[in-house]
Protein backbone atom coordinates (compact mmCIF):
# COMPACT_ATOMS: atom_id res chain seq x y z
CA UNK A 1 0.00 0.00 0.00
CA UNK A 2 0.81 3.25 -1.10
CA UNK A 3 1.71 5.85 2.00
CA UNK A 4 -0.50 8.90 2.93
CA UNK A 5 0.09 12.23 3.11
CA UNK A 6 0.30 13.98 6.34
CA UNK A 7 -0.72 17.77 6.56
CA UNK A 8 0.69 20.03 8.99
CA UNK A 9 -1.88 19.49 11.42
CA UNK A 10 -2.75 16.09 11.22
CA UNK A 11 -6.31 16.41 12.37
CA UNK A 12 -6.98 17.75 9.09
CA UNK A 13 -6.73 14.42 7.62
CA UNK A 14 -10.55 13.32 6.76
CA UNK A 15 -9.44 10.07 7.95
CA UNK A 16 -8.32 11.13 11.85
CA UNK A 17 -10.58 11.73 14.45
CA UNK A 18 -11.61 12.54 17.79
CA UNK A 19 -12.69 9.03 20.09
CA UNK A 20 -16.03 9.17 20.17
CA UNK A 21 -16.85 7.34 23.96
CA UNK A 22 -20.54 6.91 22.82
CA UNK A 23 -19.70 4.50 20.02
CA UNK A 24 -16.65 4.15 19.38
CA UNK A 25 -15.29 1.84 22.55
CA UNK A 26 -16.04 -1.05 21.55
CA UNK A 27 -14.10 -1.09 17.91
CA UNK A 28 -11.44 0.36 19.64
CA UNK A 29 -11.13 -2.68 22.25
CA UNK A 30 -11.48 -5.18 19.23
CA UNK A 31 -8.86 -3.25 17.78
CA UNK A 32 -6.25 -3.31 20.61
CA UNK A 33 -6.73 -7.24 21.46
CA UNK A 34 -6.12 -8.00 17.57
CA UNK A 35 -3.13 -5.75 18.16
CA UNK A 36 -1.90 -6.83 21.42
CA UNK A 37 -3.53 -10.48 22.29
CA UNK A 38 -0.23 -11.91 22.38
CA UNK A 39 1.52 -9.97 24.97
CA UNK A 40 -1.34 -9.29 26.74
CA UNK A 41 -1.56 -10.11 30.63
CA UNK A 42 -4.15 -10.78 32.68
CA UNK A 43 -4.50 -6.90 33.96
CA UNK A 44 -4.66 -5.88 30.22
CA UNK A 45 -7.48 -8.55 29.21
CA UNK A 46 -9.30 -7.09 31.97
CA UNK A 47 -8.84 -3.77 30.34
CA UNK A 48 -10.47 -4.67 27.27
CA UNK A 49 -13.38 -6.28 28.90
CA UNK A 50 -14.24 -3.12 31.12
CA UNK A 51 -14.04 -1.35 27.76
CA UNK A 52 -16.36 -3.31 25.85
CA UNK A 53 -18.66 -3.08 28.79
CA UNK A 54 -18.41 0.82 29.35
CA UNK A 55 -18.87 1.06 25.50
CA UNK A 56 -22.31 -0.49 26.23
CA UNK A 57 -23.39 1.18 29.13
CA UNK A 58 -25.41 4.35 27.85
CA UNK A 59 -25.36 6.37 31.12
CA UNK A 60 -21.49 5.90 31.88
CA UNK A 61 -20.02 6.68 28.37
CA UNK A 62 -22.49 9.84 28.86
CA UNK A 63 -20.81 10.94 32.11
CA UNK A 64 -17.87 9.68 30.02
CA UNK A 65 -17.65 12.13 27.38
CA UNK A 66 -18.17 14.86 30.20
CA UNK A 67 -15.22 13.58 32.55
CA UNK A 68 -12.81 12.66 29.66
CA UNK A 69 -10.16 15.75 30.33
CA UNK A 70 -10.23 15.20 34.05
CA UNK A 71 -10.16 11.88 34.62
CA UNK A 72 -7.24 9.26 34.49
CA UNK A 73 -9.39 6.76 32.24
CA UNK A 74 -8.73 6.20 28.97
CA UNK A 75 -12.09 7.96 27.55
CA UNK A 76 -10.22 10.52 25.13
CA UNK A 77 -7.86 10.32 22.16
CA UNK A 78 -8.27 10.22 18.22
CA UNK A 79 -9.14 7.02 16.20
CA UNK A 80 -8.26 6.66 12.07
CA UNK A 81 -11.64 5.64 10.27
CA UNK A 82 -11.69 4.31 7.00
CA UNK A 83 -15.20 2.48 4.99
CA UNK A 84 -16.64 3.02 8.78
CA UNK A 85 -14.27 0.74 10.27
CA UNK A 86 -11.28 1.92 13.11
CA UNK A 87 -8.29 0.59 11.77
CA UNK A 88 -6.42 2.89 13.86
CA UNK A 89 -6.40 4.33 17.59
CA UNK A 90 -4.34 6.54 20.42
CA UNK A 91 -5.62 7.15 23.55
CA UNK A 92 -4.76 9.81 25.39
CA UNK A 93 -4.64 9.50 29.52
CA UNK A 94 -4.44 12.64 31.57
CA UNK A 95 -2.93 12.62 35.03
CA UNK A 96 -1.89 15.09 37.62
CA UNK A 97 1.06 14.95 39.98
CA UNK A 98 2.29 17.27 42.45
CA UNK A 99 0.28 19.76 40.78
CA UNK A 100 1.97 19.36 37.59
CA UNK A 101 -0.69 18.09 34.49
CA UNK A 102 0.56 15.44 32.35
CA UNK A 103 -0.45 12.75 29.32
CA UNK A 104 0.19 9.65 28.38
CA UNK A 105 -0.14 8.36 24.59
CA UNK A 106 -1.57 4.78 25.29
CA UNK A 107 -2.98 1.83 23.08
CA UNK A 108 -1.45 3.58 19.85
CA UNK A 109 -2.13 0.70 17.92
CA UNK A 110 -2.86 0.02 13.99
CA UNK A 111 -4.50 -2.87 12.55
CA UNK A 112 -2.19 -5.27 10.58
CA UNK A 113 -3.63 -5.16 7.16
CA UNK A 114 -3.12 -1.11 7.17
CA UNK A 115 0.55 -0.57 8.90
CA UNK A 116 3.46 1.27 6.88
CA UNK A 117 1.08 3.69 5.79
CA UNK A 118 1.89 6.23 8.21
CA UNK A 119 -1.17 6.42 10.52
CA UNK A 120 0.30 5.70 13.44
CA UNK A 121 2.77 8.79 12.83
CA UNK A 122 -0.51 10.70 12.44
CA UNK A 123 -1.93 9.70 15.37
CA UNK A 124 0.49 10.28 17.87
CA UNK A 125 0.99 13.22 16.38
CA UNK A 126 -2.57 14.42 16.93
CA UNK A 127 -2.05 13.16 20.70
CA UNK A 128 0.69 15.29 20.64
CA UNK A 129 -0.75 18.44 19.94
CA UNK A 130 -4.00 17.85 21.44
CA UNK A 131 -1.77 18.02 25.23
CA UNK A 132 -0.01 20.82 23.99
CA UNK A 133 -3.46 22.94 22.83
CA UNK A 134 -4.46 22.10 26.81
CA UNK A 135 -1.20 23.54 28.06
CA UNK A 136 0.11 20.45 28.58
CA UNK A 137 3.96 19.89 27.85
CA UNK A 138 4.63 16.56 30.20
CA UNK A 139 3.95 13.62 27.75
CA UNK A 140 4.89 10.46 28.10
CA UNK A 141 4.44 7.11 26.29
CA UNK A 142 5.79 3.29 26.49
CA UNK A 143 6.92 0.78 24.15
CA UNK A 144 7.67 -2.68 24.01
CA UNK A 145 11.62 -2.93 23.69
CA UNK A 146 11.30 -5.36 20.80
CA UNK A 147 9.17 -2.99 18.95
CA UNK A 148 11.55 -1.57 17.03
CA UNK A 149 9.99 0.54 14.13
CA UNK A 150 7.67 1.84 16.98
CA UNK A 151 10.88 3.06 18.57
CA UNK A 152 12.01 4.36 15.89
CA UNK A 153 8.89 6.39 14.95
CA UNK A 154 8.57 7.82 18.39
CA UNK A 155 12.55 8.98 18.40
CA UNK A 156 11.78 10.91 15.52
CA UNK A 157 8.44 12.34 16.88
CA UNK A 158 11.14 14.16 19.89
CA UNK A 159 10.40 10.86 22.55
CA UNK A 160 13.57 9.96 24.61
CA UNK A 161 13.81 6.69 26.78
CA UNK A 162 14.06 7.59 30.43
CA UNK A 163 13.63 4.25 31.65
CA UNK A 164 13.38 0.70 30.63
CA UNK A 165 11.07 -1.75 32.67
CA UNK A 166 10.07 -5.49 32.95
CA UNK A 167 6.66 -7.22 34.14
CA UNK A 168 7.37 -10.37 35.42
CA UNK A 169 4.72 -13.28 36.61
CA UNK A 170 5.65 -15.91 38.88
CA UNK A 171 2.55 -18.52 40.11
CA UNK A 172 2.67 -19.51 43.92
CA UNK A 173 3.08 -22.31 45.53
CA UNK A 174 2.56 -22.89 48.99
CA UNK A 175 5.47 -26.08 48.39
CA UNK A 176 7.90 -24.09 47.38
CA UNK A 177 11.43 -24.67 48.64
CA UNK A 178 14.09 -22.41 49.50
CA UNK A 179 17.94 -23.29 48.25
CA UNK A 180 20.62 -22.89 51.06
CA UNK A 181 21.93 -19.14 51.09
CA UNK A 182 23.80 -16.95 53.56
CA UNK A 183 21.05 -15.02 54.10
CA UNK A 184 18.08 -15.05 56.57
CA UNK A 185 14.52 -14.17 55.26
CA UNK A 186 12.47 -12.18 58.46
CA UNK A 187 9.47 -9.61 58.83
CA UNK A 188 10.77 -6.31 57.84
CA UNK A 189 11.45 -4.23 61.43
CA UNK A 190 11.21 -0.93 61.49
CA UNK A 191 15.26 -0.04 61.71
CA UNK A 192 14.92 -1.45 57.83
CA UNK A 193 12.69 1.33 56.76
CA UNK A 194 15.02 4.36 56.24
CA UNK A 195 17.07 1.84 53.76
CA UNK A 196 13.94 0.35 52.09
CA UNK A 197 12.55 3.44 51.07
CA UNK A 198 15.97 4.91 49.65
CA UNK A 199 16.24 2.16 47.56
CA UNK A 200 12.61 2.13 46.58
CA UNK A 201 13.12 5.86 45.58
CA UNK A 202 16.08 5.24 43.16
CA UNK A 203 14.25 1.70 41.56
CA UNK A 204 10.78 3.22 41.55
CA UNK A 205 11.39 6.79 40.72
CA UNK A 206 10.07 10.07 41.35
CA UNK A 207 9.93 11.30 37.02
CA UNK A 208 7.63 8.05 36.61
CA UNK A 209 5.63 8.12 40.18
CA UNK A 210 2.13 9.70 38.29
CA UNK A 211 1.32 6.78 37.03
CA UNK A 212 1.53 4.65 40.33
CA UNK A 213 -1.59 4.03 42.36
CA UNK A 214 0.39 4.17 45.55
CA UNK A 215 2.37 5.90 48.15
CA UNK A 216 5.73 4.00 49.62
CA UNK A 217 5.51 6.12 52.42
CA UNK A 218 2.63 3.82 53.04
CA UNK A 219 5.40 1.23 54.44
CA UNK A 220 6.64 3.27 57.18
CA UNK A 221 6.35 1.67 60.54
CA UNK A 222 4.48 2.62 63.50
CA UNK A 223 1.05 2.49 64.99
CA UNK A 224 -0.73 5.26 62.94
CA UNK A 225 0.31 3.81 59.94
CA UNK A 226 -0.56 0.06 60.65
CA UNK A 227 -4.12 1.61 62.28
CA UNK A 228 -4.77 3.43 58.89
CA UNK A 229 -4.34 0.35 56.49
CA UNK A 230 -6.54 -1.46 59.16
CA UNK A 231 -8.85 0.65 58.66
CA UNK A 232 -8.71 0.60 54.88
CA UNK A 233 -8.62 -3.42 55.05
CA UNK A 234 -5.26 -3.49 53.00
CA UNK A 235 -2.75 -6.25 54.33
CA UNK A 236 0.47 -5.89 52.94
CA UNK A 237 3.48 -7.89 53.71
CA UNK A 238 6.90 -7.23 54.14
CA UNK A 239 10.22 -9.54 53.95
CA UNK A 240 13.68 -8.19 53.99
CA UNK A 241 17.12 -10.88 53.41
CA UNK A 242 19.51 -9.92 56.04
CA UNK A 243 22.94 -11.22 55.17
CA UNK A 244 25.61 -13.15 57.92
CA UNK A 245 28.86 -11.70 59.21
CA UNK A 246 31.26 -14.69 58.33
CA UNK A 247 33.47 -12.83 61.38
CA UNK A 248 31.14 -13.04 63.97
CA UNK A 249 28.48 -15.29 62.79
CA UNK A 250 26.22 -13.12 63.50
CA UNK A 251 23.16 -10.92 61.37
CA UNK A 252 25.12 -8.36 59.29
CA UNK A 253 22.92 -5.70 57.05
CA UNK A 254 20.13 -5.48 54.88
CA UNK A 255 20.34 -7.13 51.44
CA UNK A 256 17.73 -6.65 50.01
CA UNK A 257 13.43 -6.11 51.15
CA UNK A 258 10.17 -7.17 49.54
CA UNK A 259 6.64 -5.63 49.76
CA UNK A 260 3.34 -6.98 49.00
CA UNK A 261 0.29 -4.18 48.21
CA UNK A 262 -2.47 -6.14 47.28
CA UNK A 263 -4.43 -3.22 45.37
CA UNK A 264 -5.44 -5.02 42.66
CA UNK A 265 -3.70 -2.87 39.61
CA UNK A 266 -0.42 -3.65 38.22
CA UNK A 267 2.85 -4.31 39.97
CA UNK A 268 1.80 -5.84 43.00
CA UNK A 269 5.84 -6.81 44.46
CA UNK A 270 8.14 -3.72 44.81
CA UNK A 271 11.48 -5.60 45.42
CA UNK A 272 14.39 -2.86 47.12
CA UNK A 273 17.67 -3.64 46.24
CA UNK A 274 21.05 -1.62 46.88
CA UNK A 275 23.48 -1.27 44.19
CA UNK A 276 25.82 -3.87 45.99
CA UNK A 277 23.30 -6.24 47.22
CA UNK A 278 23.33 -10.06 46.72
CA UNK A 279 21.10 -11.08 44.29
CA UNK A 280 20.71 -14.41 46.26
CA UNK A 281 18.71 -12.19 48.62
CA UNK A 282 15.98 -11.39 46.02
CA UNK A 283 15.81 -14.75 45.25
CA UNK A 284 15.37 -15.77 48.59
CA UNK A 285 12.64 -12.92 49.25
CA UNK A 286 10.87 -13.86 45.71
CA UNK A 287 10.31 -17.14 46.96
CA UNK A 288 9.25 -16.58 50.20
CA UNK A 289 6.63 -14.48 48.89
CA UNK A 290 5.36 -17.16 46.66
CA UNK A 291 5.30 -19.54 49.48
CA UNK A 292 3.71 -17.46 51.47
CA UNK A 293 1.22 -15.36 49.42
CA UNK A 294 -0.20 -19.29 48.04
CA UNK A 295 -3.38 -19.59 50.32
CA UNK A 296 -4.61 -16.05 48.77
CA UNK A 297 -3.43 -15.78 45.15
CA UNK A 298 -2.29 -18.13 42.15
CA UNK A 299 0.05 -15.47 41.06
CA UNK A 300 1.62 -12.64 41.74
CA UNK A 301 3.62 -9.78 39.64
CA UNK A 302 6.78 -8.01 39.76
CA UNK A 303 7.74 -5.02 37.77
CA UNK A 304 11.87 -3.65 38.00
CA UNK A 305 14.08 -2.14 36.35
CA UNK A 306 15.50 -3.70 33.27
CA UNK A 307 19.16 -5.10 34.28
CA UNK A 308 21.53 -6.60 36.36
CA UNK A 309 18.98 -8.40 38.52
CA UNK A 310 17.11 -9.97 35.49
CA UNK A 311 18.82 -13.72 36.19
CA UNK A 312 17.76 -13.34 40.03
CA UNK A 313 14.38 -13.41 39.27
CA UNK A 314 13.94 -15.48 36.79
CA UNK A 315 16.02 -17.85 39.26
CA UNK A 316 12.86 -17.47 41.66
CA UNK A 317 10.49 -18.74 39.13
CA UNK A 318 9.23 -15.48 37.44
CA UNK A 319 8.81 -15.42 33.87
CA UNK A 320 8.78 -11.76 31.60
CA UNK A 321 6.12 -10.63 30.73
CA UNK A 322 7.60 -7.44 28.43
CA UNK A 323 9.85 -5.09 28.74
CA UNK A 324 8.38 -1.76 28.50
CA UNK A 325 10.75 2.02 27.30
CA UNK A 326 9.26 4.66 29.21
CA UNK A 327 9.82 7.82 26.87
CA UNK A 328 8.81 11.53 27.35
CA UNK A 329 8.55 14.03 24.45
CA UNK A 330 11.03 16.41 24.51
CA UNK A 331 10.42 18.75 21.41
Not at 154 to 170: H, I, P
Not at 191 to 208: A, E, G, N, V
Not at 243 to 252: A, P, Q, R, V
Amino acid sequence: MSSITIPARAEQHPNLRPLNVLRDLPAVADLIELCFSSTMDNEGRQYVQDMRRTGNDNSFVRWANRAAETTSLPLSGYIWEENGRVIGNASLIPFRYKKQRIYLIANIAVHPDFRRRGIADALTRRAMQHARDKNVDNIWLHVRDDNAGAIELYRKLGFVERARRTSWQAHTDPHISTPQTECVVTGRHADYWRTQLDWLSRLYPDHLAWHRNWDFKSLRPGLWNWLYLLFVDINIRQWVAIGKDHSSGSLGSMEAALAWIPYGRGESLFAATGEGSNPAALIALLLQARRELAHTYSSITLEFPTGNFDNAIQAAGFKPLRTLIWMQATS
